[in-house]
């Protein structure tokens, strides 16, 4: 496909359980951002890979949220005992350039998934 | 670090009606600015983006943006609004090494037949 594809769309899981999101950004780009969006409230970022590197993490709200890239391109962000204030869409986006090729590029979203900790 | 304020977390028009969704920046000026559309369970769309030296910003779908240095503004306006624009629209800016970016919190708008 020629966009950001994210798996699954949706994902309930039981508080404790262990979930793990899917994200394949467009063929070739070489930034990879994960974000996490409350209901109601805008995108906030959580970590940052460049191609395989997870060079910014600054934003995983705890050790229990794990993300990794190990062939610079599919993504999976892994969160382990799950807590209800997990609950969230969680957005990945991709970007073609390097921040230092270009801060002006915008970046592709996905269509996210929504996680329920029940 | 740069932040972006959106004012009004919900606008109403009437279809045919002039849109107007306010943005904020922070009082350094940001080399990049971004207004993004979000519709109903999907992933955000970019409308328009600001690069250093632009004023009025022309975006997808009718929709247009004006820097104000004067007021650390990034608007977004529509000339007449259509049912299709229903969605929550969210500015951004980027930040960082990376670039992450740094979104508003959103401001719904409803437009009314």
């Known amino acids: 496909g020629a966009g950001v594809s994210q798996s699954p769309r949706y994902k309930v899981a039981k508080r404790g359980q262990d979930v793990a999101l899917r994200c394949d950004p467009i063929s070739g780009h070489v930034s990879l951002f994960w974000y996490q969006q409350a209901l109601g409230q805008g995108p906030e970022f959580l970590t940052y890979f460049q191609n395989e590197a997870q060079l910014d993490k600054s934003g995983l709200p705890s050790d229990r949220f794990f993300a990794e890239r190990p062939e610079g391109s599919v993504s999976t962000l892994k969160i382990q005992r799950t807590q209800q204030e997990d609950s969230a869409v969680y957005l990945c986006?991709?970007?073609?350039?390097?921040?230092?090729?270009?801060?002006?590029?915008?970046?592709?979203f996905g269509d996210g998934t929504r996680l329920s900790i029940l | 670090a740069q932040s972006v304020t959106q004012l009004g977390s919900h606008v109403s028009v009437s279809e045919g009606a002039l849109v107007l969704l306010r943005c904020n920046y922070s009082s350094s000026v940001p080399p990049y600015l971004f207004w993004y559309v979000q519709y109903p369970n999907q992933g955000l769309q970019l409308l328009l983006k600001?690069?250093?030296?632009?004023?009025l910003v022309k975006g997808i779908n009718g929709f247009e943006a004006e820097f104000k240095k004067s007021e650390t503004s990034f608007h977004l306006t529509k000339p007449s609004a259509h049912m299709s624009d229903a969605a929550e629209y969210f500015c951004a800016v980027p930040g960082g090494s990376n670039y992450k970016l740094t979104f508003g919190k959103g401001t719904l708008l409803t437009v009314n037949p």
């Open positions: 600001y690069t250093t030296g632009a004023t």
């Open positions: 986006a991709s970007s073609p350039l390097t921040p230092g090729q270009g801060g002006n590029q915008p970046q592709h």
